[in-house]
């Protein structure tokens, strides 16, 4: 069966730009995570969604960052203003309500 | 802001060797998790550990959680140059379900 998958897997973006990173998670998976990894450094946790509802955004770093999961399927994180400090690898991942989650490739943002 | 303190940061064995590797915290966790990540990929689990004192074996791999569920370790029998990754601890707390990920620790196994 298909995993958690994640696009672009690498993105560019110029200082500024807006960025939109997809995830699709696992079938099923009510729950789920995004986080962002820094270079030498573990994941740290950003959102949390129930289906469709966004239950916790208490680890998004600014008002730029943005996620939904509109059809509590598919997610999509979004940058709005991009800034070097935000580069780094983004991970999703999903899971059965309560139980192990399971992460996706990550997409690694470099912003210039 | 990361809970949990994993160490060593670093470590470059020979193929045959055995490790062990370290994750502390001042707070209790209701589980613990041991996830191993490879250059480009996302985490994958190895074992989750909940109760205090338990200990759980995955073939070379021995994992221990803390009597007071606060620290863990994970111990590698035999090492191999497969078992090469960046091994992260994560902790679960009742209050939430988001992982408190450690820095982790980058492991080289060489031939």
């Known amino acids: 069966g298909a995993g958690v998958s994640q696009s672009p897997r690498y993105k560019v973006a110029k200082r500024g730009q807006d960025v939109a990173l997809r995830c699709d998670p696992i079938s099923g998976h009510v729950s789920l995570f995004w986080y962002q990894q820094a270079l030498g450094q573990g994941p740290e946790f950003l959102t949390y969604f129930q289906n469709e509802a966004q239950l916790d955004k208490s680890g998004l770093p600014s008002d730029r960052f943005f996620a939904e999961r509109p059809e509590g399927s598919v997610s999509t994180l979004k940058i709005q203003r991009t800034q070097q400090e935000d580069s780094a690898v983004y991970l999703c991942?999903?899971?059965?309500?309560?139980?192990?989650?399971?992460f996706g490739p990550g997409t690694r943002l470099t912003v210039l | 802001t990361q809970l949990l303190e994993q160490s060593p940061q670093f470590l470059s064995i020979q193929e045959g060797e055995n490790l062990t590797v370290y994750c502390n915290s001042s707070s209790v966790f209701s589980s613990l998790q041991w996830y191993r990540q490879e250059p480009g990929e996302g985490p994958v689990l190895l074992v989750t550990v909940v109760t205090g004192g338990e200990v759980k074996k995955l073939k070379r791999l021995t994992f221990q959680f803390g009597d007071a569920r606060k620290d863990s370790s994970l111990h590698i029998t035999a090492a191999q140059p497969g078992d090469t990754g960046l091994y992260l601890c994560?902790?679960?707390?009742?209050?939430?379900?988001?992982?408190?990920f450690g820095k982790g620790t980058s492991l080289l196994v060489t031939p």
């Open positions: 991942a999903s899971s059965p309500l309560g139980d192990t989650q399971y």
């Open positions: 994560a902790g679960g707390t009742n209050s939430g379900y988001a992982l408190n």
